[in-house]
């Protein structure tokens, strides 16, 4: 492996690691162009609410979400904390299409075939949301929450609530926005 090639790798994990936001990588790289330097950047963090529908009209997430359930939630030295345990959440269309043509009773359906518990910290940018459980009530909304609040509803939920959140990393990375989503 060439020289080049190692430096490509070290920045192209850098950046997947949020280690840096843009470098500078050779040329060949990218373009037949010997010399010429490319700049790759890193897209900013969105911090944007998640909306009340995070499903499209075919009924899969949106682009960027991520759904599962909070089974944990833990602020230290002010290090807000979540364990996620990763689901797929399907409404509409796409929950009748896979449970065999028939719409299911609430008219959603969730696979969790995946056990494993990830752990994740959440931005102090992150927007919260709660609609539920972590409003602290039986009320039904979509309002903002403050990280105080949410580790407080957690603890007097139940012991796994389900949540939408966005990632700096694809579907990895730090938490930039976690909405619940309410299940009847």
Do not use: C
């Not at 609530?161 to 990632?167: A, E, K, N, T």
């Amino acid at each position: 492996m060439s020289i080049k090639r190692i430096s490509l790798a070290v920045a192209t994990a850098a950046l997947s690691a949020g280690l840096l936001t843009t470098a500078v990588v050779p040329a060949q790289a990218a373009s037949a162009d010997p010399g010429q330097a490319v700049s790759v950047a890193t897209p900013k963090p969105n911090y944007k609410p998640i909306p009340a529908d995070a499903t499209t009209k075919k009924g899969v997430a949106k682009k960027g979400l991520d759904f599962g359930y909070l089974t944990k939630v833990t602020l230290k030295d002010g290090k807000l904390t979540v364990r996620f345990d990763r689901a797929e959440y399907y409404d509409g269309p796409a929950a009748k299409k896979l449970n065999g043509g028939v719409t299911p009773a609430d008219d959603y359906l969730i696979k969790n075939q995946n056990k494993k518990l990830r752990t994740f910290t959440i931005s102090r940018k992150a927007s919260l949301i709660g609609t539920y459980e972590l409003l602290g009530s039986k009320d039904q909304g979509h309002k903002k929450i403050t990280r105080k609040l949410l580790v407080k509803n957690f603890n007097h939920a139940d012991s796994r609530v389900p949540v939408w959140v966005r990632h700096t990393n694809g579907d990895s990375g730090t938490i930039t926005a976690l909405a619940e989503q309410f299940l009847p």
